[in-house]
């Protein structure tokens, strides 16, 4: 895939890292690395209440970042390198309930803007494949655990809730139509 940016301009968002940041503000790369943290938050409100269940989740959703590095996408990379980078601000994640009660409204809201910046950034093939390994990320979540708690058997489906979830997500991400 074809870099985002020229390795001469790596101040193109100060201490942001790779090339690849090269024409994102600020903001817009704080938008793409934070939100794949956001889906898995989002993916696991999607689903029952159940901590273990959540915790399953939790960890599936590290694990598709965690794919990210090998993604052949020099911005999939980037993002990747720039989530493990970042230094514990003091900040906590929100919980369960601070999310559900902001809803998924912001999120779809923020795959929006983030699209938007990708459009205008990133060359076709790069942010095609941010689009869908954000994308995979909620996927992994939904899939890693059923109802219960335990991992859910391979090709057993996803709760409506999720099923929603992941559609509304695709369509925010404009990887399906809107429906």
């Known amino acids: 895939m074809s870099q985002t940016g020229s390795p001469d301009l790596p101040e193109a968002v100060p201490g942001a890292g790779p090339a690849t940041t090269a024409g994102y503000s600020a903001a817009e790369w704080r938008l793409l690395t934070r939100l794949p943290g956001r889906v898995i938050v989002a993916a696991t409100t999607a689903g029952p209440d ?6 399953t989740e939790g960890l599936a959703g590290l694990d598709g970042i965690a794919a990210g590095r ?9 993002v990747v390198a720039a989530i493990y980078a970042e230094s514990d601000d003091g ?4 919980t369960r309930a601070e999310h559900a009660d902001a809803g998924q ?3 779809l809201a923020a795959c929006g803007s983030a699209v938007r910046a990708l459009t205008r950034c990133a060359d076709p093939a790069d942010s095609a494949a ?3 390994w954000v994308q995979s990320v909620a ?9 219960d708690g335990r ?5 057993d489906p996803v ?3 999720q099923r929603r979830f992941l559609d509304r997500l695709g369509e925010a991400l404009g990887l399906r139509p809107a429906g």
């Open 50 to 55: 159940n901590p273990v269940r959540a915790v």
């Open 70 to 78: 090998a993604f052949d996408s020099e911005l999939v990379r980037a």
């Open 91 to 94: 900040r906590s994640a929100p």
């Open 105 to 107: 409204a912001d999120l």
């Open 130 to 132: 941010y689009r869908q």
């Open 139 to 147: 996927a992994r979540v939904c899939r890693a655990a059923g109802p």
């Open 151 to 155: 991992p859910r058997p391979f090709g």
């Open 159 to 161: 709760d409506p809730e």
